[in-house]
C-alpha cells in the first residue's frame, strides 16, 4: 500500500517538531512538506500535491482562522485533498466553519490530545479515506449548544430583521444584503446590531457575532447546521 502523504503546517516551532517526529514514527506516513504560515501552506500542497494536510487552525498571517480557510480554498482547488485541523478551541462554531460546506475528507482534532499518538494517527486515516473526524468533546459542545439555542427564539425579532438575518445566513456580507434588500447597507448594520443585541449575542474576539446569529437562525428555522451555510466566509 502506498504511504499516505501529509503536509504539516504548524507556526509554534515545537510543536511542529513534535508533529513531524510523530509522523516520522508511523508506519504508511510520509512527510513530504512543512510550513508555518497559510501562504507556505498553499505553497506546499501545490508543490508536493499530498494526500493529506494536518494544519494548525491559526497561523500568520493573521492568527485567525487560516487553518479553516485552507481547508475551504482546497476544497476546490484540491478536491480530493484530506485535511484535519488542529485547535485548541472547544468551541463548535469553528468546527461548523470547517464542515459547513462538506464533511468529506475534514477532521477537527483538539491540540491538547495530539499527544494520544493512536487519536491522531485514526483521525488521519479516516480523514485519508474521505470519512469525517470531530473529536468528542467538539461533539458535546455542539450538542449542548444546540440544546440552548433550541430554546431561544427569534419571535423577538422585526419582520425586516429576519430578513437581514436570513440573508446573513446564506453568507452574504453587507453590501450583497443591502442591494438583495433594496436598503442600505447603513440599514443593514443598524438592523444587525438590533439583532445581535435581542437574540443577546455579545461581541467575543474568538468568534464572530454573525456566526453566532446565523447558528440561532438555523436552529430556530429546524436545519441541521453542520450541512447549513455557516461557513468560513461568515466569519469575515
Same mark, same amino acid.
Given at each position: ?63 485567525? @482562522? +487560516?487553518?479553516?480557510? #485552507?481547508?475551504? !480554498? ?5 478536491? *480530493?485533498?484530506?485535511?484535519? %485541523? /488542529? =485547535? ?47 473529536? @468528542? +468533546?467538539?461533539?458535546? #459542545?455542539?450538542? !449542548? ?5 433550541? *430554546?431561544?427564539?427569534?419571535? %423577538? /425579532? =422585526? ?78
Amino acid at each position: 500500500m502506498d504511504a499516505v502523504r501529509i503536509v504539516l503546517a504548524e507556526d509554534n516551532l515545537l510543536v511542529r517538531e513534535g508533529l513531524v517526529s510523530l509522523i516520522d514514527g508511523v508506519d504508511g506516513f510520509e512527510l513530504v512538506g512543512t510550513g508555518s504560515t497559510l501562504a507556505e501552506l498553499i505553497e506546499a500542497v501545490d508543490k508536493h500535491d499530498p494526500d493529506m494536510v494536518l494544519t494548525d487552525i491559526r497561523m500568520p498571517p493573521s492568527h485567525q @482562522d +487560516e487553518g479553516i480557510e #485552507a481547508a475551504i !480554498r482546497f476544497q476546490a482547488s484540491h478536491p *480530493d485533498l484530506g485535511v484535519v %485541523v /488542529l =485547535s485548541q478551541y472547544v468551541d463548535p462554531v469553528y468546527a461548523l466553519a470547517l464542515l459547513g460546506s462538506g464533511t468529506k475528507g475534514r477532521g477537527y482534532v483538539l491540540k491538547d490530545r495530539v499527544d494520544d499518538i493512536d487519536r491522531l494517527v485514526g483521525a488521519i486515516r479516516v480523514v485519508n479515506n474521505g470519512g469525517s473526524f470531530i473529536d @468528542d +468533546e467538539v461533539v458535546d #459542545a455542539l450538542v !449542548r449548544s444546540r440544546t440552548r439555542m433550541a *430554546d431561544r427564539t427569534l419571535d %423577538v /425579532l =422585526s419582520a425586516r430583521e429576519l430578513e437581514v438575518l436570513s440573508e446573513m445566513a446564506t453568507g452574504a456580507t453587507n453590501s450583497v444584503i443591502a442591494k438583495q434588500l433594496g436598503i442600505s447597507g447603513h440599514a443593514v448594520e443598524k438592523h444587525s446590531n438590533s439583532i445581535f443585541s435581542k437574540l443577546q449575542i455579545t461581541a467575543d474576539q474568538d468568534v464572530n457575532r454573525r456566526v453566532k446569529a446565523v447558528l440561532l437562525f438555523l436552529s430556530g428555522q429546524g436545519a441541521d447546521p453542520v450541512s447549513g451555510p455557516a461557513t468560513a466566509d461568515t466569519l469575515d
